[in-house]
């Protein structure tokens, strides 16, 4: 399993940005899919999930309204795109393989599967 994060960097507050994630190594269509974000001395947050489908996304509610996640199976390659950004979002973004797919986001587990990370920086 190999999963290459892109598209971090600095940005405004009120900005946006979108992160990337190239998956290989499996069948990525058959697997859920999702973004967590680590800021030092913190356990990684799930910020959004993905199942089969658009419909299927389900967000944290610190991110809920401002981030979509999105995948295109064809490319093998899961998004995240995130607007009107804050500070608070400031983190490294992981790309992560779920292992366990719950009736909601809190019930979610992550695989050992995750990708190097991406930092996000949201400064004036």
């Known amino acids: 399993v190999h999963l290459v994060e892109s598209g971090g960097g600095l940005v405004q507050p009120g900005g946006s940005l979108r992160l990337s994630c190239a998956a290989s190594?499996?069948?990525?269509?058959?697997?859920?899919m999702s973004w967590y974000r680590q800021v030092p001395g913190k356990e990684p947050e799930l910020v959004a999930a993905?199942?089969?489908?658009?419909?299927?996304?389900n967000y944290a509610d610190s991110v809920e309204g401002r981030f979509t996640i999105s995948r295109d199976n064809a490319k093998n390659t899961v998004y995240l795109q995130m607007n009107n950004l804050e500070p608070e979002d400031t983190a490294v973004y992981y790309c992560?393989?779920?292992?366990?797919?719950?009736?909601?986001?809190?019930?979610?587990?992550?695989?050992?599967?995750w990708g190097q990370g991406t930092q996000v920086t949201v400064s004036s």
């Open positions: 190594g499996f069948t990525f269509s058959s697997v859920a």
């Open positions: 993905i199942f089969r489908t658009q419909s299927d996304a």
């Open positions: 992560v393989a779920l292992s366990f797919w719950g009736p909601n986001i809190d019930a979610h587990r992550p695989s050992p599967d």
